[in-house]
């Protein structure tokens, strides 16, 4: 999936097509900007350590370390990779269910932008992040509006009428997290038209 979205990354104009048949466009322009009203509602909160799990070109993390907020992008992408460290921020190439710097201390851990489709299995993913978090650290994820509900399967990025490679990837509802978050205790909230869950890891 690595090099799926980085089209969305060098700014072209980019849609990810899913296997249920629907198609969004890919927020490159916002990937790229500094963080909006939303974003830096969810990053006041963070104290750190903190891991940026599919870190993109790395807007959160580099937010956070011009804070003075110790924090860690991790990304598939070795552009993205590239990009969060030339903003100023530590980044590794990696995926989140590789071993990690850390495993069991981070403090929150973010997954925004739709990264909760990250391996096309929620519950999976979820536990893993409740392994890389300590007990009270909370998972700040990003979720689709309530009504959205779950979906499972296969999606591509499509660049200039060309589709990429199929990837795993999943959408997860507002509605919906708190039944796959085993082990957290949820929190679900609006900003700016976007959902957000706190998920607090319980011991």
């Known amino acids: 999936m690595s090099g ?35 974003d830096r509602h969810v990053l006041a909160a963070c104290r750190g350590p ?7 070109p790395g807007r ?13 992008g991790i990304d598939n992408s070795p552009l993205a990779v590239g990009m969060t460290v030339a903003r100023g921020a530590p980044a590794l190439h990696r995926d989140v269910f590789d071993p990690l710097p850390a495993d069991g201390s981070w403090r929150e851990a973010l997954l925004l932008d739709g990264n909760i489709g990250i391996g096309g299995d929620p519950v999976a993913l979820l536990d893993r992040v409740h392994r890389l978090l300590q007990p009270g650290g909370v998972a700040w994820v990003e979720v689709e509006p309530p009504g959205a509900g779950t979906w499972c399967g296969t999606g591509s990025v499509v660049d200039r009428g060309r589709s990429g490679r199929a990837f795993r990837w999943a959408t997860v509802g507002a509605e919906a997290i708190a039944a796959l978050a085993a082990g957290f205790r949820p929190r679900v909230f609006e900003v700016d038209r976007r959902w957000f869950a706190a998920l607090v890891r319980t011991p």
């Open 50 to 56: 903190v891991l940026d799990i599919g870190c993109g």
């Open 4 to 38: 799926s979205f980085d089209a969305a990354l060098r700014g072209a104009a980019t849609t990810l097509e899913t296997s249920d048949g629907r198609a969004r466009t890919l927020p490159g322009h916002r990937w790229m900007a500094t963080p909006d009203a939303a």
């Open 60 to 72: 959160l993390a580099a937010a956070l370390t011009d804070r003075g907020v110790l924090c860690l």
